[in-house]
């Protein structure tokens, strides 16, 4: 049988099993795997009387048999398979005994930092898919252009948000009206070109696809808390990207008296 570990032993596992579950959060991770991935990281190395609570945007463990406890606020949210993947291979070595605490350490450490992908590669996936979904929803060559400019510039829009700290439902609020007047701006220049398809295109890169399927699958685990939270987070995106664009198409049959 191991020797149970020393009190500073054990504040250092309980410090890794919280990093790799606050990295596993932030990046996009179910509630339920992340709880299962720090169980099972606190076990590989002999944490005793493990206990983990993981809600959507905080974590909550002790071990009651040396009395430590951590709580951890998760306020940013988004979307970095590397990095789980990362905490995944970390977690999968552990319980296979390869992997020794103090290279573990370094290696969540490096995880949580791995870049994001460059801004001209997220500019360009976001013009690319924009211009997919176009066409997705009945668009042709020339819709399909649109949506490609109008992804564009909605990519380097969410990346000068993203640098100025703006609020997500602002984000989506203010990124769906640009995405709609780049849109009807277009299309007033292109003869025959219906701005519909490109719109919504393109607005498919705002929807909250993500957290809606996460708190559909929280529910349907009984996580009813952590499935409240992501659906209300669904909605208010939701909410914002229709206030944005349907105040822009508002405006422009307003003043052009043409609805779309």
Same mark, same amino acid.
């Given at each position: 049988?191991?020797e149970?570990?020393?009190?500073?032993?054990?504040?250092?596992v309980?410090?890794l099993?919280?990093?790799?579950?606050r990295?596993?959060?932030?990046?996009?991770?179910?509630?339920f795997?992340?709880?299962?991935t720090m169980t099972i990281m606190?076990?590989?190395?002999g944490?005793?009387?493990?206990?983990?609570?993981?809600?959507t945007?905080?974590l909550?463990?002790s071990?009651?048999g040396?009395?430590l406890s951590?709580?951890?606020d998760?306020?940013r949210r988004s979307v970095?398979l590397g990095?789980?993947e990362?905490v995944?291979?970390?977690?999968?070595?552990a319980?296979?005994?390869?992997?020794p605490?103090?290279?573990a350490?370094k290696?969540?450490?490096?995880?949580?930092?791995?870049?994001?992908p460059s801004a001209?590669?997220?500019?360009a996936a976001?013009?690319?898919?924009?211009f997919?979904?176009a066409? +997705?929803?009945?668009?042709?060559?020339?819709? !399909?252009? %649109? &949506?490609l400019?109008a $992804?564009?510039? *909605?990519?380097?829009?969410?990346?000068?948000?993203?640098?100025?700290?703006?609020s997500n439902l602002?984000?989506?609020?203010?990124?769906?009206a640009?995405i709609?007047?780049v849109?009807?701006?277009?299309?007033?220049l292109i003869?025959?070109a219906?701005?519909s398809?490109?719109?919504i295109?393109t607005?498919?890169i705002?929807t909250?696809g993500?957290?809606?399927?996460?708190?559909?699958?929280?529910?349907?685990?009984?996580?009813?808390?952590?499935?409240?939270i992501r +659906?209300?987070?669904a909605l208010l995106?939701a !909410?914002? %990207? &229709?206030a944005?664009? $349907?105040?822009v *198409?508002g405006l422009?049959?307003?003043?052009?008296g043409?609805?779309i």
């Amino acid at each position: 049988m191991a020797e149970p570990l020393s009190r500073e032993e054990s504040g250092r596992v309980l410090a890794l099993v919280m990093q790799a579950g606050r990295t596993l959060l932030e990046n996009g991770a179910e509630v339920f795997r992340v709880q299962e991935t720090m169980t099972i990281m606190a076990e590989s190395y002999g944490l005793q009387n493990f206990n983990a609570y993981v809600l959507t945007n905080a974590l909550f463990s002790s071990a009651d048999g040396v009395g430590l406890s951590a709580v951890r606020d998760v306020p940013r949210r988004s979307v970095h398979l590397g990095r789980i993947e990362a905490v995944n291979e970390i977690s999968r070595e552990a319980a296979a005994g390869k992997l020794p605490l103090a290279q573990a350490e370094k290696r969540m450490r490096v995880a949580a930092q791995l870049p994001q992908p460059s801004a001209k590669a997220q500019i360009a996936a976001s013009a690319v898919g924009s211009f997919c979904f176009a066409f +997705l929803f009945g668009g042709r060559m020339a819709e !399909g252009c %649109i &949506a490609l400019l109008a $992804g564009a510039a *909605l990519g380097w829009f969410l990346l000068g948000c993203e640098a100025a700290h703006i609020s997500n439902l602002l984000r989506r609020l203010t990124g769906a009206a640009l995405i709609s007047i780049v849109c009807l701006v277009c299309s007033m220049l292109i003869t025959g070109a219906d701005p519909s398809p490109a719109i919504i295109g393109t607005l498919m890169i705002l929807t909250p696809g993500v957290a809606m399927t996460m708190g559909v699958r929280d529910f349907l685990r009984a996580d009813y808390l952590s499935g409240t939270i992501r +659906l209300i987070d669904a909605l208010l995106i939701a !909410g914002s %990207i &229709a206030a944005g664009t $349907g105040l822009v *198409l508002g405006l422009s049959g307003w003043l052009t008296g043409v609805t779309i």
